[in-house]
């Protein structure tokens, strides 16, 4: 099972090539460089679902924060917190 995360843009690259574009993604704290090709349109403090380095679709805030939530509760119950 593979899984696709929701992550914050944080910064754009400057490459004017649509397929070549990548921003800096925030997951909770940890940052990657991500590729933005299949979401052109994404601006920074967007939340984008990434999946193996690919940035697959524009997520609502909402949505995302509350995905975030359920990997937050996720990881508490297996630490028996």
């Known amino acids: 099972m593979c ?3 929701p992550g914050q843009i944080i910064s754009l690259s400057d490459d004017s090539d649509p397929l070549s574009r990548k921003g800096r993604v925030s997951f909770s704290g ?4 991500i590729s933005l090709a299949y979401v052109p ?3 920074i403090n967007d939340y984008v679902i ?15 924060l509350d995905s975030l939530q359920a990997f ?4 508490a119950f297996e630490n028996g917190l």
């Not at 940890?30 to 460089?33: C, P, V």
């Open 3 to 5: 899984l696709a995360i």
């Open 30 to 33: 940890i940052s990657k460089e």
């Open 50 to 64: 990434v999946h193996a380095g690919f940035a697959l679709s524009i997520l609502d805030e909402a949505d995302a």
């Open 41 to 43: 349109e994404a601006k």
């Open 72 to 75: 937050n509760d996720l990881s």
